[in-house]
């Protein structure tokens, strides 16, 4: 079992991103759950994707692949096709671009026997069911789900590279099982309550409209100033001329 002390450690170099379960059951939809764990696998393909040093990285993103289509096939479909896919990468992304030390490295970060951690599938889905858990302790925000999911991924991630021949299947897919215990608790319970998956959707946009409104503002700001320096500019110019005078 993963103790909460080593969870705690990766748990203070998320918390500035993010803020914080011991969770107990609650009853979600299985929707949620079955949509959560696709999410997870897809996330988690791409990061596979991205990895440089994973060998056998292309049989690896394939036998995802083959287990997407047969275990998740409907929910993986409607993850890509309404877009939920893509909002989730686009936040974990900005995320990892904000506190990029704190999703790096994270089974080191978290406990003292790291290549133990990533060689086992048990105790890769407990160590990622542990941090899940603390981020999700308390104020769930879809920022802090996302933040899951970026936990998920990097470990997947750090399994397949630690590696020395082709990783199992069962080890790079552990951290979406830890994802589908998640949500059969308070997280599942306040996506469901949140609009399911696709409020992440809304989430995306409402941030994306923030950003759109202060660029604008930004841009406002900046041709007011310019337009008072040209105003100043062409003071000085006039009063220097000796027309002013006469």
């Known amino acids: 079992m993963v103790s909460s002390a ?50 056998k990285k292309q049989i690896v993103m394939k036998r995802l692949q083959q287990m997407v289509e047969t275990e998740c096939g409907e929910e993986a479909i409607s993850n890509t096709e309404n877009g939920v896919l893509a909002a989730l990468r686009t936040l974990c992304a900005a995320l990892e671009r904000k506190r990029p030390d704190a999703f790096r490295h994270v089974a080191r970060q978290a406990t003292r026997a790291p290549s133990t951690m990533l060689r086992s599938d048990t105790a890769l889905a407990e160590l990622a069911l542990a941090l899940a858990r603390r981020i999700t302790r308390e104020n769930i925000t879809w920022s802090k789900i996302a933040a899951v999911y970026c936990v998920c991924g990097a470990l997947a991630r750090e399994a397949a590279d630690a590696s020395e021949g082709e990783p199992a299947l069962e080890l790079v897919a552990a951290p979406a099982a830890a994802i589908a215990d998640l949500l059969h608790e308070e997280p599942g319970s306040w996506i469901a309550a949140h609009g399911g998956w696709n409020g992440l959707i809304e989430r995306l946009r409402v941030s994306e409209r923030d950003q759109r409104s202060e660029k604008t503002l930004r841009v406002m700001v900046w041709f007011f100033v310019m337009a008072c320096f040209v105003l100043l500019l062409l003071r000085w110019v006039i009063q220097g001329h000796p027309a002013y005078y006469s």
Do not use: N
């Open 6 to 55: 080593a969870a705690a450690a990766v748990s203070r170099r998320l918390s500035a991103t993010i803020g914080w379960c011991l969770a107990s059951p609650t009853q979600v939809k299985p929707q949620i759950v079955r949509q959560g764990r696709a999410l997870c696998l897809q996330y988690i393909k791409s990061q596979i994707r991205r990895s440089s040093m994973c060998p």
